[in-house]
């Protein structure tokens, strides 16, 4: 089974812009998550999304957003970005059954903000 | 304080050395514990998954996990260089809600050869 994916792998962006981040699950997991890793504030969650629906939000700026498709695949979007915003940006999915919710990790995108 | 507390080490052990990682957590409502390993400009790796008080064994790793105490551990027998890693520990609160992880802030480890 192929694991979870994130496109691009690389992002330089300047300061005010925004950026789109995308991932796709492994096949017949229903759940993505989304985590910012910094080498300050370690993982941090941002928000989880299940069949369609955000289903939990962490402690981020409303300039953090997401979405989530039919097919499970999920977009994560950063408008006005600022200098503090340059992290891995790490996507997980899960099947979500029973006690099965093990989280698995893509390989993240990097995004440097200049 | 942190609800999720581990030691950043850096930790260097020499090979076939048994390795012990430990987080401690004060959130008594975390049932889910898991341990990843993420090696350099990597996503996390799922290594461990339990739910329950006790000891999970999977081949060379063991995970620990004392609810009473709020302790968690990870013990690595027979440690390899290819083990060199950050280890990170993660919780979550209930599987029938949302899938929330909180994570320690890692342990570097080196085996050395």
């Known amino acids: 089974k192929a694991g979870v994916t994130q496109t691009p792998r690389y992002l330089i962006k300047t300061r005010g812009q925004q950026v789109t981040l995308s991932c796709s699950p492994i096949?017949?997991?229903?759940?993505v998550s989304w985590y910012q890793q910094t080498p300050g504030q370690g993982l941090q969650f941002l928000f989880e999304?299940?069949?369609?629906?955000?289903?939990n939000k962490g402690n981020f700026p409303g300039r953090f957003s997401g979405r989530q498709f039919s097919n499970s695949r999920s977009e994560m979007n950063v408008s006005t970005l600022e200098l503090g915003d340059s992290a891995l940006y790490l996507c997980?999915?899960?099947?979500?059954?029973?006690?099965?919710?093990?989280?698995?990790f893509g390989p993240g995108t990097r995004l440097t903000v200049l | 304080q942190k609800e999720v507390e581990q030691d950043p080490g850096p930790l260097s052990v020499p090979e076939g050395a048994i390795v012990s990682l430990n987080c401690t957590y004060s959130?008594?409502?975390?049932?889910?514990f898991m341990w990843y390993r993420q090696y350099s400009r990597k996503g996390p790796e799922l290594l461990m998954y339990?739910?329950?008080?006790g000891n999970k064994e999977d081949g060379r790793f063991t995970a620990q996990v004392d609810k009473s105490s709020k302790y968690i551990s990870l013990f690595i027998r027979d440690s390899q260089p290819s083990d060199s890693a950050t280890y990170l520990c993660?919780?979550?609160?209930?599987?029938?809600?949302?899938?929330?992880?909180?994570f320690g802030s890692g342990t570097q480890l080196t085996v050395l050869p």
């Open positions: 993660a919780m979550s609160v209930s599987s029938g809600s949302a899938r929330q992880l909180t």
């Open positions: 339990t739910y329950s008080s």
């Open positions: 959130n008594s409502a975390f049932q889910y």
């Open positions: 096949s017949g997991h229903r759940s």
């Open positions: 997980a999915s899960s099947l979500v059954q029973g006690q099965r919710n093990e989280q698995f």
């Open positions: 999304y299940f069949s369609e629906t955000q289903r």
